[in-house]
């Protein structure tokens, strides 16, 4: 097994463990036969983007608020690339307004 995957079952434990210690009220992810289209694209983002496996494992299981949803849904539309959502034109999508990397507004000082 090489060090790579190491990695992503060491943060994939982890993170799984931390879900078990919480006890915050969060919404049930989808049942019955989503469970196999999850697990498929969970093992996808594990092999092509394994430092968003445990974001997203997060965002399945249930065990995240809606600000991590929200990211990773970006994450997702995007391809992955973060310049692509500080930089998103589409204004017309729900999540526009609640993005996550928006550029801090400059505030000009007028003398």
């Known amino acids: 097994m090489n060090q790579r995957n190491l990695t992503a079952e060491t943060a994939a434990a982890k993170t799984l463990a931390l879900i078990k210690s919480d006890k915050t009220p969060r919404l049930v992810p ?9 697990k498929k694209r969970l093992s996808d983002i594990q092999k092509h983007t394994p430092n968003l496996y ?7 299981a249930g065990q995240s608020g809606l600000t991590e949803a929200v990211k990773a849904k970006c994450l997702d539309c995007s391809c992955w690339q973060i310049a692509e959502i500080t930089d998103c034109r589409v204004f017309a999508c729900p ?13 000009s000082e007028q003398v």
């Open 30 to 38: 989808p049942s019955g036969g989503f469970q196999e289209e999850i």
């Open 54 to 60: 445990p974001l997203f494992f997060r965002v399945y």
């Open 95 to 107: 999540l526009w307004a609640h993005r996550p990397y928006q550029k801090v507004a400059q505030i």
